[in-house]
């Protein structure tokens, strides 16, 4: 499966997690009305973290703690892409460990 190049109509906004929408448990000032303003012109919007801990369902959870409804489908982890990866790679699924350096 080859990268596709995304057309203007694919494009998608992506932001950072940790540091952009929230600081620890506390919502940066500014980003609902930033989200909802994007949402309001037909801006698909993409929340990406490196932080592996929590699920998509988790963090799609903790955005609704801070007053932000988030689709678990915007979200994408580390963790998730390494799933992905795996998957579309075809590596065997009763494999439970992978070391990789």
């Known amino acids: 499966m080859s990268p596709q190049p995304l057309s203007p109509l694919n494009c998608r906004d992506l932001f950072d997690c940790d540091g952009v ?3 620890g448990d ?3 000032d ?3 009305q930033t989200l909802e303003m994007l949402r309001a012109k037909g801006k698909k919007l993409v929340f990406v973290t490196n932080n592996s801990l929590k699920s998509r369902s988790q963090y799609a959870e903790k955005f609704r703690s801070l007053g932000i409804s988030v689709s678990q489908d915007e979200i994408f ?3 998730f892409a390494a799933a992905m990866y795996l998957k579309v790679n075809n590596f065997p699924s ?3 460990f992978y070391r990789v350096s």
């Open 94 to 96: 009763q494999c439970f």
């Open 77 to 79: 982890s580390s963790s």
């Open 30 to 32: 500014g980003v609902p």
């Open 26 to 28: 506390e919502l940066i």
């Open 21 to 23: 929408i929230w600081k």
